[in-house]
């Protein structure tokens, strides 16, 4: 809401107030982002002295003689460089326009005819503010864009301003880590041509003395899957600003005369509540703003690959569908192998068609056999891929990244297509929307198991933007084969959580976390994963013991539990597992269906309590407590784990019956009646009594 006389917005949500003011220099600026202000409190910030406050549209101010301080020589989110070879900006604040949840400041160029728009979004159930940049050439002359950061985010002067954020690689993502903020620039980001494992989209910043439930927390999340980098900048006198765009170091793009660059969203969140306060506000967001069918539950899947690999018949996808339909799984999926020559990853990948021996009759008897088990069926597929030895590359060679005279780096004996190609973008629609049309295909596993490298497009002068254009296409072919096929869910798959981001969850139902299925191991993956985003979300299988990748022994219950916190999936060998394995799995699919909703669509809540961790999922009366110990220390008794309760409410245990007070659970905790071997776990459901 604009403040009468002067150049000041405060962007409102419902418990926090982002105010920006336009200064004398027409320079954005930011002046608060925290709890939510009256318009006279925000007017209240203009008598304060403006240097802590850095632009976040604008020029940078050569000398400011308001305020008496220095060069300032900070990143700039904006970036251009004029036909003329001027790079620099002068931009004058033509209007704000308000409308549709949206705020949006108008600037142009005081000579070039380029107009900079910045837009606010909020909504009204929510702390998460949407930014984005549009510009636009209302000239002829092309403009290079050097960068174009979605949101430059102003963080209030913090004492000892802490960084936390997820790293990882293939096997280990998501691994939250918090570090105090050095001077200077901190960098994180991605020159993979995909989101990437080592690093996710998103940050919160903290004074260095939050915790999970109390002390503000700033945070911010690219909505991106292409590359992207987040500046977390940390000035002289100790102001934090955090800057997030697509893109990376050192590619432009051209914005031709008369065209307009979008950037995607980069949300922006602040909370009093800490990081579980900060992580269940990002999943409010994402149930609520970003995924396509919010409020449906994710069913109970089952996925062929730790039981095949690439070794399989038809029949043997039959007998594992079988197995998986009686332990209580409610979708099948076939993954890699099935499809043109691809019994190993050398071959195959790019021809959509059925393997013939294997499929001689096509996909048609396994989908039947699928759907005659009351489940779905759901297949793998790799379309921004290709391997040399296959048809699609024998015809178009032509097709894949690739610069003159330079080798093509395989990785996994692949290689990948240029999808910002429209011709490629076409061909690779037009494979999956036949192989779609003519099956009975309820979901797809979309995977992309490489990295770009030789990034070129010979012949085309911009070369560049295929860095944008590869997902804006890729975007494009999902939202039209959703469209198109209105059944049809997507799981989104890079080597595991590769392509994890709010670009990519806009237009999928769930992502496959990690390569790694060990039950341990996950503890920690799943927990990254959770600060940004929901468990509705967060493939999790039950696979063989010992497991496949790390060799670690793990009891089928302790799996279980673990996946549980997720989108429970089995993903074993079912074929070898005993009778009583297979019992005890389907107990614990049923277990977990009845507490589905709570955990897929509920507030999650770190538990911790000496060598135990857990999470608490809470939705209308229904606490789901999923606990975990992997060894005991000095045969100590278990502690009791501590839950967020109503303390004047009293608690049934589903299974026991017994009933707790919520004082003693929130004083001194839940007796988990855990065993004390190694690997120990619990499931526990607690219905509020009325
Ligand atoms: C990737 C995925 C796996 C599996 C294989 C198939 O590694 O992450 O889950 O689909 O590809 O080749």
Request: glycine share 8%; hydrophobic share 40%; aromatic share 8%.
């Amino acid at each position: 809401m604009p403040a009468p006389d002067t150049r000041l917005w405060s962007i409102d949500t419902p418990n926090t107030s982002y105010v920006v003011a336009v200064d004398d220099h027409d320079r954005l600026r930011g002046l608060h982002w925290g709890p939510r202000l009256s318009a006279e409190q925000a007017l209240a910030l203009l008598e304060l002295p403006e240097s802590p406050f850095r632009p976040v549209i604008g020029r940078e101010p050569r000398y400011d003689l308001s305020t008496g301080s220095a060069f300032q020589y900070g990143h700039n989110g904006l970036q251009v460089r004029f036909a003329d070879g001027t790079r620099d900006l002068e931009l004058a604040f033509t209007e704000a326009v308000e409308g549709d949840g949206a705020l949006a400041f108008v600037f142009t160029d005081r000579h070039y005819p380029l107009e900079v728009r910045t837009r606010y979004r909020t909504r009204p159930d929510s702390d998460v503010i949407e930014r984005t940049l549009e510009l636009r050439n209302r000239g002829t002359e092309p403009i290079e864009v050097v960068r174009a950061d979605s949101a430059t985010w102003v963080v209030p002067g913090l004492d000892e301003p802490r960084l936390s954020q997820l790293h990882g690689e293939w096997g280990a993502e998501t691994q939250l880590t918090r570090t105090t903020i050095p001077y200077g620039e901190t960098v994180i980001g991605s020159r993979r041509g995909v989101t990437g494992h080592q690093s996710n989209p998103w940050v919160a910043i903290d004074d260095g003395a939050a915790t999970e439930t109390a002390g503000p927390v700033w945070s911010t999340a690219l909505a991106w899957s292409g590359t992207w980098r987040i500046t977390v900048e940390k000035g002289p006198t100790g102001s934090v600003t955090v800057s997030a765009g697509f893109g990376h170091d050192p590619i432009a793009i051209r914005l031709d005369g008369g065209a307009t660059l979008e950037t995607p969203v980069a949300a922006g969140l602040h909370t009093a509540h800490g990081f579980a306060g900060a992580a269940s506000a990002w999943h409010d967001y994402a149930l609520a703003h970003v995924l396509p069918h919010p409020g449906e539950v994710r069913p109970v899947l089952y996925n062929s690959w730790e039981a095949t690999e690439f070794d399989f018949t038809a029949e043997d996808q039959m007998r594992l569908a079988d197995r998986a339909a009686a332990m209580g799984c409610e979708l099948f999926v076939m993954d890699d192998g099935w499809f043109g020559a691809r019994v190993n990853d050398r071959a195959g990948l790019g021809d959509w068609t059925p393997n013939p021996d294997r499929f001689p009759d096509g996909l048609g008897p396994l989908i039947k056999h699928v759907h005659g088990l009351g489940m779905r069926f759901g297949i793998w597929v790799e379309p921004e891929m290709v391997n040399p030895d296959s048809d699609l590359y024998r015809a178009h060679p032509d097709w894949v990244y690739h610069q003159p005279h330079r080798r093509r780096s395989e990785v996994r004996q692949q290689l990948v297509l240029n999808l910002a190609r429209p011709d490629v973008a076409d061909h690779i629609h037009a494979r999956l929307d036949e192989l779609l049309s003519g099956n009975e295909i309820d979901f797809v596993k979309w995977d992309m198991n490489r990295p770009f490298t030789e990034a070129g497009w010979p012949g085309n002068d911009d070369p560049d933007r295929l860095w944008f254009d590869h997902t804006r296409n890729l975007y494009a072919i999902l939202d039209r084969l959703r469209a198109d096929h209105p059944h049809l869910r997507i799981e989104s798959c890079s080597s595991g959580g590769g392509r994890v981001d709010f670009g990519i969850l806009r237009r999928t139902d769930q992502v496959w976390t990690s390569d790694n299925t060990d039950a341990v191991d996950r503890i920690a993956i799943q927990d990254g994963f959770a600060q940004v985003y929901p468990a509705r979300v967060m493939g999790a299988w039950v696979t063989d013991s010992p497991n496949p990748l790390t060799r670690r022994e793990v009891p089928l219950d302790f799996r279980f539990h673990v996946a549980m916190a997720g989108v429970l999936a089995v993903g074993g060998d079912l074929r070898i597992w005993s009778d009583d394995e297979q019992a005890r799995g389907a107990e614990l699919v049923a277990d977990y269906k009845r507490v589905r909703p709570t955990v897929q669509l509920g507030r999650r809540r770190p538990l911790r309590a000496g060598n135990v961790t857990g999470v608490q999922y809470d939705r209308g009366d229904t606490t789901v407590v999923l606990a975990w110990r992997r060894a005991r220390d000095f045969a100590y008794p278990d502690p009791l784990l501590k839950l967020h309760v109503d303390p004047d409410a009293r608690y049934r245990e589903v299974r026991t019956g017994r009933v707790h007070h919520g004082a003693i659970l929130a004083s001194h905790g839940l007796d988990l009646g855990l065993t004390p071997a190694d690997y120990a776990s619990a499931m526990i459901e607690l219905t509020r009594e009325p």
